[in-house]
């Protein structure tokens, strides 16, 4: 299954934005889907994780209130809406999914088994 990025962008600060990542083809063994995020010379860190097929979801501290994940179709789609933007928000975002759903371990990168190529985000 190949993941692939889309809608990064530059955007004000306090603007919106959406993240895209199209799943092809359709996995039906991935039982989790995250959005990480990396900064320059870091480590990637954990945004947002689904537990696909459910509404269940978990966000980092930093996006809680502000960040949306959600899947759309079958597998097929995972977003993320992004409001009230910030600077610090300014990063390259992965899409990622893995088969095994972990609520400790979801946002370690290593409960994540097949990853996207990433969409970067400015915030100015």
């Known amino acids: 299954v190949q993941l692939v990025e889309s809608g990064g962008d530059f955007v004000q600060d306090e603007g919106s934005l959406t993240l895209t990542c199209a799943a092809s083809?359709?996995?039906?063994?991935?039982?989790?889907m995250a959005w990480f995020r990396q900064y320059p010379g870091k480590e990637r860190e954990g945004v947002a994780v689904?537990?696909?097929?459910?509404?269940?979801?978990f966000y980092d501290d930093s996006v809680k209130g502000r960040f949306t994940i959600s899947q759309d179709g079958p597998k097929d789609t995972l977003n993320l809406r992004m409001s009230a933007l910030k600077p610090e928000d300014t990063a390259m975002y992965f899409c990622?999914?893995?088969?095994?759903?972990?609520?400790?371990?979801?946002?370690?990168?290593?409960?994540?088994?097949?990853w996207g190529q990433g969409t970067q985000v400015t915030v100015s």
């Open positions: 990622a999914a893995g088969r095994n759903w972990n609520l400790r371990a979801w946002a370690s990168p290593l409960t994540y088994n097949n």
């Open positions: 083809p359709s996995s039906n063994t991935d039982n989790c």
């Open positions: 689904l537990r696909t097929g459910t509404y269940m979801a």
